[in-house]
């Protein structure tokens, strides 16, 4: 009886010892009350939120004695002629850093002035106190169909990298790598400095590689949990086309520094799934096509012409 008794007491303890971790009673946590809890002053600064802040403030500089208020990113306004001007807000190249040296975290930005006539004028824009007090300083007019390539803010000072006009340059094709260096002068957004670095070529890309983000600028992302790649080393290119990696060759010409030909593309044959497959060799079929390449905003886009006389771009983030 007390060999029973005392078998019956051990299994009760293995069973309770074995039991799941889900029937045991929660711990019970201690809650903050308002007499307790400090109070934290937390910043937000995720892209899109930078780019909402700054897509819907009013900036001056860009027109005489006139601002303009963009609304998410975006104002048309009246101008003598056909068509519909805007300017925008270049919402994915934006830099960070303390501008005025107050300890307090600052934005500078591109607007695009997309005029009725051939102009496309690319100002730089300066907001202090981004977060909690946004106060965007006068614009300056970075170039006129100007590609940038790079904006970033070191310590005091914005450096923007663009391919813009240098010696012999007619007002339509801009040839030089250029660097523009700027500062807060007296409140104002004033530049310090710009040196022609040298004659922009397909050489400037060697070393880079990008993602692609749309087959057609915006009109064709990317499917989603796919990526498209593109790696360039000097005159060879390679990478994924969202399934099968490929590789090949690319040339230019020397007097024209934005030709970008893509020779015959040698490619992996494994099976891809639909709609995996038709993209890749839509991709495929593009970039063989490809004739030219530009800056678009820190971005690289690639032009194409099919055998259809069908244009395009390729457009690629680093």
């Not at 029937?23 to 400090?38: D, G, I, K, R, Y």
């Not at 500062?183 to 922009?200: F, H, T, W």
């Not at 905003?297 to 680093?318: C, R, W």
Request: aromatic content about 6%; charged content about 20%.
């Amino acid at each position: 009886m007390k060999q029973s008794l005392s078998l019956i007491i051990l299994l009760t303890f293995v069973l309770a010892a074995c039991a799941s971790p889900q029937s045991a009673p929660a711990p019970v946590v201690a809650q903050p009350t308002a007499a307790n809890t400090p109070t934290l002053a937390v910043v937000s600064n995720t892209p899109a939120e930078l780019a909402d802040i700054l897509g819907n403030l009013s900036y001056s500089g860009l027109f005489p004695d006139q601002q303009i208020a963009l609304t998410d990113g975006y104002a048309e306004y009246e101008e003598e002629g056909p068509g519909h001007p805007f300017v925008r807000l270049i919402d994915h190249l934006i830099a960070t850093g303390d501008l005025d040296g107050d300890g307090v975290e600052d934005a500078v930005a591109l607007l695009e002035d997309d005029s009725i006539g051939s102009g496309d004028f690319v100002y730089l824009a300066a907001v202090l106190n981004v977060w909690a007090e946004p106060t965007p300083l006068k614009a300056i007019m970075l170039g006129d169909r100007s590609p940038v390539k790079s904006l970033t803010i070191a310590g005091t000072q914005v450096i923007a990298e663009l391919i813009a006009q240098g010696p012999g340059d007619p007002a339509c094709c801009s040839t030089w790598n250029v660097r523009k260096n700027f500062n807060i002068e007296g409140g104002q957004l004033v530049e310090g400095s710009s040196v022609e670095l040298n004659k922009a070529s397909l050489n400037d890309l060697s070393g880079t590689s990008w993602r692609l983000v749309d087959l057609n600028l915006d009109q064709e992302p990317v499917l989603p949990e796919t990526e498209i790649t593109l790696h360039i080393a000097g005159s060879q290119i390679n990478g994924s086309a969202g399934c099968n990696s490929y590789s090949s060759l690319v040339t230019g010409e020397e007097d024209s520094p934005q030709v970008f030909v893509v020779g015959p593309l040698t490619t992996e044959r494994k099976l891809c799934s639909d709609p995996i497959s038709n993209q890749e060799s839509t991709y495929l079929t593009r970039l063989a096509s490809v004739v030219s390449w530009r800056y678009d905003f820190g971005d690289l886009s690639l032009s194409y012409k099919l055998d259809d006389n069908t244009y395009g771009e390729l457009l690629f983030a680093p």
